[in-house]
């Protein structure tokens, strides 16, 4: 009997290693991940059936590693864990091709559920929320959908580190350029959001759930 392949990405290990326990009396955990470009990676080299992804991870935000994870494998199911229960976020999750949120203040055996609900072709949401406020949000409000186009997926990655209080050095190394293409790069992004501030970009970026 085939069983489903997940890859956890979670940068808290506590918190990885107990999901990893709950699932794998069903399912096969193929992974453990703590940040969203070892998730890109990771994911294209293992292809598993199911993702299960924290939002706020650092040197890539959840949202954005699973969204660029679903535009190379469409199929994979994505459910995003998180401590946040704001229903904008979650709309947001789904509407970046989640198939489940999922509250780590949920009961232990709602996440075993929420993967057999996803490989049926269902879609989850934790009983705290109100699943019509998030669909309705997910279907009227989209301007967290522009938001999101306003930026490369470089700018973005770029942003997220400046907003994390990395220095142009440390993100020339991380993202493998160098500085002065950095320094291009926040200058773009400053234009693009009219930011004045280094500050305003941390605020954007903490606004936007790209960072905590």
């Known amino acids: 009997m085939h069983r489903s392949r ?6 808290h290990t506590l918190v990885a ?3 990893k326990k709950l699932l794998e009396a069903e399912f096969e955990v193929v992974g453990i991940v703590t940040d969203g470009h070892a998730l890109i990676q990771t994911a294209a080299e293992l292809r598993p059936d199911v993702i299960i992804v924290d939002v706020g991870m650092p040197v890539l935000n959840g949202l954005d590693a699973a969204h ?7 199929a994979v199911k994505v459910i995003f864990l998180t401590m946040n229960p704001d229903p904008e976020l979650a709309a947001e999750a789904f509407r970046r091709g989640a198939s489940g949120y999922l509250l780590k203040t949920s009961a232990a055996a709602e996440m075993v559920l929420s993967v057999r609900e996803v490989m ?10 109100s699943r019509d406020t998030v669909d309705f949000l997910r279907w009227q409000h989209k301007n967290l959908v522009l938001e999101q186009e306003r930026l490369t997926e470089r700018q973005r990655e770029v942003l997220q ?5 990395k220095v142009m050095k440390e993100i020339a190394s991380r993202l493998n350029m160098t500085i002065r293409t950095v320094a291009f ?18 605020k954007y970026a903490i606004r936007n759930h790209m960072t905590a």
């Open 17 to 19: 290693e107990l999901c």
């Open 6 to 11: 997940i890859l956890i990405a979670d940068d």
């Open 120 to 129: 049926r072709g269902k879609s989850y949401l934790s009983p705290r929320m």
């Open 161 to 165: 580190l400046l907003a994390e209080g």
């Open 68 to 74: 660029r994870v679903k535009q190379t494998l469409p």
């Open 185 to 202: 790069h926040k200058y773009r992004i400053m234009e693009v959001l009219g930011a004045k501030s280094s500050a305003d970009l941390v």
